[in-house]
Each structure stands twice: as C-alpha cells, then as structure tokens.
C-alpha cells in the first residue's frame, strides 16, 4: 500500500498524534454533553442512532380528541359528535366514528338516570312517609326551593336543615347543595325519627 509523504518520518508521527488527541478530545466532549461526534471520514467516528419515529401529528391531534370527548361526554355538557369534524380533514370520518362510540353510551347513562330520578320524585311514599307530607312542609319552609338559605344562614334546603340535624339522618356536607332526591329522602327520615318536632311551625 502506498505511504502518506509523511508517514514515517519524524513530522509525520507528531501529525498522527494530533490527530489523535483531536479525536479524543472530540470524544471526551461529545461523553461530557451526551452528543455523537461528528465523522471525520468514513469509518471515523460512530453515526448517531436513529431517531425513533414520532406519533403523526393527525394521529396524535386524533387520540387528544378523543379523550377530550369522553371528558365532555361524561360532564353531560350537551355535546354532539358534529363537534369533531373540527379536526384534520383527513381523520374526520375516523374521530366521528370514535366520538359517537363513546357520546351513545353516555347519552343513554343520563338517560336512564333522569328516568329513574324522575320515577322517584313522582313516588307517592319516600321511605314510607307520604311525599304530600313532605310537600307541605318543604312549601312552609321554603316553597319548595331545595336552594334556599335562612336563618342568617343557619338553615338551609327545602326542609330549612340545620347543618347538626341533617348529620343526624346521615348528610354530608351542605344540605342546600344535595339533590333535592336527597333532601326529600334526608326528610323522611328525620320524619321516621323525631316525627315533626324538627319542625314545630310547619311539620
């Protein structure tokens, strides 16, 4: 194999070694910052790894929606699948497709559930106290109204709860911000308890 002009001689040795130091200080700084060091030559060095393929930006737009409409779908926020056709145009169909999978169940959820609420509050008896009794003391107390405050804020909810006595039948939390399924409920059984002594005016 034909010799470099220097190789061998005096000059030639000191150039090899620079080289050399050159590649390992190369080599101590791409170690120290986590980077590759760039070739020289063929065969010099080593040639970075390759990058691991990223998620398609409409595949990765398509799974963000998705969730976010199964987010909306569960709050019951009204929301219909026509919203997604605000996405890629070239996933459109597919995102609808995967919304109304998730929308349709949820819908029929709070179907059934404004269903059964509906058939409880029509109920005649609440716990086997009749809802007529119910009625009128929820209408003296409040009219009715399972948001009401009075008392300066002493009493709340339809039936005016004290906060100690709607503990004392199992509430939690503030009376005025249950259901009014459960105020009803909460009622009748203070009813069940004390009878009407809870309310001397209207019980």
Partial sequence: MPREPFEGSEWGER???????R??????????????????SPGEGRPPAPAAPA?????????????AVAALALAGGGFVA??????????????????AKIITPVERLHAAQRARIKKAMSAPFVL?????????????ESH??????GGGGLYRGKYQFHRGTWASVGGVGDPARASELEQDRRAAMLIKQS???PWPVCG
């Fill in 15 to 21: 150039e090899s070694a620079r080289i050399k130091a």
């Fill in 55 to 67: 998620d398609p930006p409409r595949r990765r737009g398509r799974s963000v929606l998705i969730v």
């Fill in 195 to 197: 009878g009407s002594n």
């Fill in 82 to 99: 026509a919203n997604a056709g605000l996405t890629d145009s070239g996933e459109v169909g597919e995102v609808e497709f995967a919304a």
């Fill in 23 to 40: 590649a390992v200080a190369r080599a101590r700084a791409a170690a120290s910052t986590g980077e590759m060091p760039a070739a020289r």
């Fill in 144 to 149: 009715g109204d399972p948001r009401a405050i």
């Fill in 128 to 140: 086997g106290i009749p809802r007529k009794r119910l009625e009128v003391i929820a209408e003296c």
